[in-house]
């Protein structure tokens, strides 16, 4: 089973651990992270994998919850 390599970078606080287990649930192959943490980011993890930019932030949640409550 081939694994795939990316960059996390994560707020204060997230289990790294945890988000590797979901990504390889999602890829179907081990996942590994190059990790950095950004004070700047008040919650959540922001991932690229494979060209692939999966962003699970606060800040895009709260986007994305505004611009669904403004419709």
Known sequence: MQS????LTVAKGVDVHQVEKRFEQLLGCPATFTVTEDPALLGGFIAEIDGQIFDASLRTRL???ERYLNQ
């Open 63 to 65: 986007a994305q919850m």
């Open 4 to 7: 795939m390599h990316g960059v």
